[in-house]
């Protein structure tokens, strides 16, 4: 594990959340993709199920993407300002079947306040070890998704979207086409 695990998990939830916004679709076009999206990403604590709590988690969105663009001195004004709108305070706290982990906004914030804090100090932690090169974009031509490189050796080129397998397939007919010309 290259991160304390509330830090890789916070990662990759904000990666997962960054991506149900597609140029193209909208990955939680209702209140039933984000209760799907929720327990996907093992979210517990409050959660409404209302059109005003998906509205503010898909507003979240544009923010959190802009982490995977932005140089360090913007990631960390981003990061400050979403720990500072949200009152962050970080307590140690165990629940469920999880050992010691840091949250930063009470179980009963409202679900967006939690991703973002969540997310921001995800990235709090990967500014202070100089690895926000970790945040990379799918290489696939056709994709933009995000991902976090938590390889060993950051050998991550594709997002969890079945690109890799795509790029394979794509590599084998060049090749194939290739050998019978
Ligand atoms: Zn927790
Ligand atoms: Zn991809």
């Known amino acids: 594990m290259l991160f304390a695990h509330d830090t890789e998990c916070g990662l990759t939830a904000a990666a997962a959340l960054v991506n149900t916004a597609g140029p193209d679709r909208e990955g939680l076009p ?14 517990t604590g ?12 898909r507003a979240l969105r544009p923010r959190l993407r802009r982490l995977w663009h932005a140089d360090p ?4 004004t981003i990061v400050n300002g979403l720990l500072r709108e949200s009152h962050a305070l970080p307590q140690l706290i ?5 050992p010691y982990h840091l949250h930063a906004v009470p179980r ?3 679900l967006a306040t939690r991703m ?11 500014v202070r070890m100089d690895e926000l090169s970790r945040l990379r974009t799918c290489d696939h031509p056709d994709c933009d998704n995000v991902l976090v490189d938590l390889s060993k050796n950051r050998s991550r080129r ?3 979207a079945g690109c890799g397998n795509r790029a394979a397939v794509t590599a084998y007919r060049a090749r194939k086409a290739a050998t019978q010309s």
Do not use: S
């Open 108 to 110: 009963d914030a409202p």
């Open 94 to 98: 165990r629940h469920d079947d999880e």
């Open 46 to 57: 409050r959660h409404e199920h209302t059109g005003a709590e998906l509205r503010e988690v």
């Open 116 to 126: 973002a804090v969540e997310a921001a100090m995800a990235m709090a932690d990967l």
């Open 73 to 76: 001195d913007e990631v960390v």
């Open 30 to 43: 209702d209140v039933a993709a984000l209760d799907e999206f929720f327990t996907a990403h093992a979210w």
């Open 158 to 160: 594709f997002c969890d």
